[in-house]
């Protein structure tokens, strides 16, 4: 909840910074939408064609002989569609037509390491106590 | 003689708005691509009309349809 939370307020800040951008989802590793400025039903669309997007341009991507992709824009008429991986985590965008390529790429992939940085820390085992049973 | 250059007048601004229409259409239509940037930090261009860009572009289109 706390991750959740977090992503929410990174996302404004993206949204707040860049409003170019329209819709954001931000995936986790295993396909689940961490975070979102749309709805969940939209969200999870929109974290669906994601994932195609960057499925197919893998496939594409080793037909060139390329490395593996790490952000791609498709650009319509209509607008752009903005991918950015960082592991196995993507954040995903939606623009108006005509987008700062470079600023949105870089505005997302900052959002994305921002939800990462937010997200729970496993917190440390306390040291454990002496017991007495160890005394002579 | 001043109706021939009203009639030359209307010509040219129908043409040139004509021209300026097919102008934007072409470069409306030009725009459409797919750009994917490799971890190795090479580009590549997938211009609309390719194989390539065919199996990218309906994706864009249904999720800016959203």
């Keep these: ?18 409003p170019q951008v329209r819709s954001v ?14 709805s969940p039903e939209e969200a999870g669309r929109l974290a669906d064609g994601a994932r195609r997007l960057v499925e197919t341009a893998e496939d594409v991507r080793s037909a060139h002989g390329l ?3 790490a952000q791609l824009e498709a650009a319509t008429t209509a607008g752009s569609v903005f991918v950015v991986r960082d592991g196995d985590r993507l954040i995903a965008a939606t623009t108006t037509p005509e987008p700062t390529v470079g600023l949105v790429f870089y505005d997302l992939k900052t959002c994305l390491r921002a939800v990462d940085d ?7 085992r306390a040291p454990r ?7 002579p | 003689m001043p109706r021939r250059k009203l009639a030359t007048g209307f010509l040219l601004a129908a043409g040139s708005f004509a021209g300026s ?7 409306a239509r030009r725009r459409e691509r797919v750009d994917l940037y490799a971890e190795d930090g090479s ?21 800016l349809a959203l």
């Design chain 1, 25 to 38: 989802a931000v995936i986790a590793a295993d396909g689940s939408v961490t975070g979102s400025n749309t």
């Design chain 1, 118 to 124: 937010d997200a729970p820390k496993p917190r440390r």
């Design chain 1, 67 to 69: 490395g593996p992709v």
């Design chain 1, 1 to 18: 909840m706390l991750a959740r939370m977090d992503a929410s307020q990174a996302i404004a800040d993206l949204t707040e910074i860049s």
């Design chain 1, 129 to 135: 106590k002496k017991t007495d049973d160890a005394a």
């Design chain 2, 21 to 27: 229409v097919l102008v934007r259409r072409r470069a």
């Design chain 2, 43 to 63: 580009m590549l261009s997938l211009a609309e009309g390719t194989p390539e860009a065919a199996r990218l572009l309906p994706v864009a289109h249904e999720l």
